[in-house]
């Protein structure tokens, strides 16, 4: 009987102790595993993170080397376990030792790939493959940019991530800024210029639909910005691959267009490329504006004019068809039917009850609305009153040195007055041109108010500013019908340096300047400019001296001649 006890003990003992060897052998193999695992696990935390262009589309993410995944397979790894790409795009799988080809393949088939081979050695695992770092590609970026160049970006970032970064200014362009900044001055002015002739329109520029990705593998991709912030962003707009060749293409000068305006909220022309459809262009547009007539929104494609419905803020596309070159959508404004000759006009200043009245557009008189404000009040002074216009029609002269020069290039000015043309269309005021005092005395001189006017009428200064070569410059109090001259006396007279005949009025009210210190009268507000003598440069001294030289030269020149011929006829 003790025997049979001591073999039953015995038994029992030998199995408890394999167990325990057994979860011993398992727990070793594990710790060995993280410990192998360690050093890339802290490396790869300590490694500062590279920025991520956007969330990640998986099925469209190309793994490549130097890739890091994170892997954790229950019940074999319940620690997560980072594995790298290799240089030669294969992978080393934990615990079951299998190598995984992952050359051209989405991070979503190297999913699957691993799951298959870790579910062949342990058919009920639990895997989960998690992407924690993207690996650095060599990207060229070429042709319509500001920097042609190689560049090393995350294979996170999409094409037109390295667009982007080709165009920024940095140490490459630094060079050259001059031409660079004339550049994208010009580029900004005509795409301001197409956006007016399409009432104030987005205009698209021709590469941003034709972007072309040449891939190491010598596939191509045509990549189409426009259409990726609308539809599939991850298939229009791919993410960078190593040894991607990206082609900026320059805009052509006639391509085919289209376009929706309007009252959407984002009217926008952009080029025409084939398999364009109607609910794209819709898409395009954001949606429509609250001053859109729901009931005039049109089609026009082809010839044909297609009538359009309306539900919620958004044109609804019933029947959706491809579009072509040319084709239009208008959203037309509900309140141009009922207020298109209505306005607004406002005053300021010295009339006797200031503020906003309403006009007929281009019926309402000047003379009406100061009447209806009450009349001029005490201490107006009209020479100077102003009736300022809403444009924004002398931009462009102000803004682009190139659009200015248009108008200068027929002219019959010289080139000496490009600097004086230049000044002047800078100074260009959206003014209508008006002289207050007769246009309330004499109906002849009147004008006609536009919506947005702002009449101002201001109080007399009661001064006169005089500056340059005078002893004491500075304001002077105005008296009725004096001359320049009395001017200057009153701030001590002119410097040694004055050029007396030079002195000018400039006038407050039209920015002339008149110039006979006797004849010429000063009015209230005027300014009076004294200029010195006339400044001559060392090289213009030079070339005096020079002439003086060459003139002196050539008359004792003749001089000797002279005396030659004289004494050869005695002789």
Do not use: C
Request: glycine share 6%.
């Amino acid at each position: 009987m003790k025997l049979r006890y001591l073999i039953v003990m015995l038994l029992s003992t030998m199995t408890l102790m394999a167990q325990v060897t057994g979860m011993g052998e398992s727990s070793s193999i594990l710790k060995s595993e993280i410990e192998n695992n360690k050093g890339m696990d802290s490396q790869m935390f300590e490694t500062e993170q590279m920025p991520v262009s956007n969330i990640v589309n998986p099925d469209y993410y190309y793994m490549g080397p130097g890739d890091v995944l994170m892997i954790k397979a229950i019940p074999m790894l319940t620690t997560p376990v980072p594995v790298v790409v290799s240089p030669d795009n294969m992978i080393l799988l934990p615990r079951s030792g299998g190598l995984i080809d992952v050359n051209g393949k989405t991070l979503t088939e190297v999913r699957k790939l691993i799951e298959e081979n870790i579910t062949k050695y342990k058919s009920d695992a639990i895997v989960t493959t998690s992407f924690q770092k993207p690996h650095l590609s060599f990207v060229e970026v070429e042709g319509n940019v500001l920097n042609s160049s190689v560049y090393n970006l995350p294979s996170t970032f999409k094409v037109s991530d390295a667009i982007q970064i080709a165009n920024k200014r940095g140490p490459i362009s630094e060079k050259n800024n001059a031409s660079e900044d004339t550049y994208i001055q010009e580029r900004l002015r005509m795409k301001k210029t197409y956006s007016r002739n399409q009432d104030n329109s987005e205009v698209v520029d021709y590469w941003k639909r034709n972007v072309l990705v040449v891939h190491e593998d010598g596939t191509s991709t045509l990549v189409d910005l426009i259409k990726a912030k609308s539809k599939d962003n991850a298939y229009n707009n791919p993410y960078v691959r190593q040894g991607d060749r990206i082609i900026v293409p320059f805009n052509r000068s006639q391509f085919g267009t289209l376009s929706i305006s309007g009252e959407v909220n984002r009217p926008i022309t952009l080029p025409y490329k084939n398999g364009d459809k109607l609910s794209e262009l819709v898409e395009y547009g954001l949606g429509l504006t609250s001053f859109a007539d729901t009931d005039n929104i049109y089609l026009f494609d082809n010839g044909n004019k297609v009538k359009l419905n309306s539900k919620d803020g958004k044109i609804i596309v019933d029947n959706d068809r491809e579009l072509s070159p040319g084709a239009v959508i208008i959203a037309t404004n509900i309140e141009e039917k009922t207020s298109i000759s209505e306005g607004v006009v406002t005053i300021r200043g010295y009339v006797k009850s200031p503020g906003a009245f309403p006009i007929v557009n281009s019926k309402t008189k000047l003379s009406e609305i100061i009447a209806q404000a009450g009349g001029i009040s005490e201490g107006a002074y009209l020479p100077l009153a102003k009736l300022y216009r809403k444009s924004n029609e002398f931009d462009d002269l102000s803004e682009s040195r190139t659009e200015a020069f248009k108008l200068f290039r027929k002219s019959n000015l010289t080139l000496e007055d490009t600097v004086r043309y230049t000044l002047d269309v800078h100074s260009i005021e959206p003014i209508v041109s008006v002289d207050f005092t007769k246009a309330l005395n004499d109906k002849n001189f009147d004008v006609t108010l536009e919506n947005g006017d702002e009449i101002v009428i201001p109080t007399s200064p009661n001064r006169v500013y005089i500056f340059g070569r005078v002893e004491n410059p500075g304001f002077v109090e105005f008296e009725k019908g004096k001359n320049i001259l009395y001017y200057i006396d009153k701030t001590g007279g002119f410097t040694n340096v004055a050029d007396e005949d030079r002195t000018a009025v400039i006038r407050k009210n039209t920015s002339s300047w008149v110039g006979d210190i006797e004849e010429t009268l000063v009015y209230d507000g005027d300014y009076i400019y004294v200029p010195g003598e006339v400044d001559v440069s060392t090289s213009t001294e030079q070339a005096k001296v020079s002439t003086y030289a060459a003139i002196g030269s050539i008359i004792l020149s003749l001089g000797f001649l002279i005396v030659n011929i004289v004494n050869t006829v005695k002789n």
